[in-house]
């Protein structure tokens, strides 16, 4: 009977100390995409990291702005200037949010999981509300998630309404992120 008593509380204390414990990463994606009639604009970005709290749903990402790859040198510079995300006075975007159904997902079992995450994004030193969809696959204890939705420029306060930077760059770009969790 002991033996049966203590194996439950082994067990008990193992669930607990990983649904207590944070997922990270420091090498997550996002990939930025705009399309107008005079040109296609990607970039990429491989050096987001993030933290995932299974207990509380609580899930944080940052993103540095500069480490966005373009594929030529003037769109990078573009990007980084002052007219547009100013990136050396505004060096991060962030994320934090909550998982509101965190209770619908078992990060300790394989599976395919929707999650609906609410929060803040900052970006450019401007903060909005989102509500947006991940979707999280674990198989095997590794933990991936997916997030795509798009951003209106205007509401970060990247406007352009003259010269060529309003024809070749999009009102709203598509996002899209991925995220591989360790424990």
């Known amino acids: 009977m002991k ?8 067990i008990l204390t193992s669930i607990t100390t990983y649904s207590q414990g944070k997922l990270s990463t420091t090498s997550g ?17 491989y050096k987001v990291t993030s933290n995932l709290t ?11 702005m500069q480490s966005f790859e373009f594929p030529n040198a003037k769109m990078q510079r573009h990007y980084n200037s002052k007219k547009f995300l100013n990136t050396k006075r505004h060096p991060k975007g ?6 509101t159904n965190i209770s619908d997902i078992d990060f300790t079992k394989n599976g395919s999981y929707t999650a609906f995450v609410s929060g803040k994004l900052t970006i450019r030193g401007v903060s909005n509300n989102v509500s947006e ?8 204890g590794v933990v991936t998630g997916k997030i795509e939705f798009d ?4 509401n970060y306060r990247v406007i352009f309404t003259k010269r060529k930077a309003a024809k070749n760059i999009a009102k709203s770009v598509e996002v899209t992120v991925l995220l591989n969790y360790t424990q």
């Open 94 to 99: 962030k994320f934090k949010g909550t998982i």
């Open 3 to 10: 033996s049966l008593f203590l194996s439950i509380v082994l």
């Open 29 to 45: 994606h996002i990939k930025v995409f705009s399309t107008t009639p005079v040109e296609d604009i990607e970039a990429n970005n």
């Open 54 to 64: 299974p207990s509380t749903g609580v899930i944080v990402f940052s993103v540095p």
């Open 133 to 140: 969809r991940v979707y999280f696959t674990v198989k095997d």
């Open 151 to 154: 951003i209106v420029l205007a």
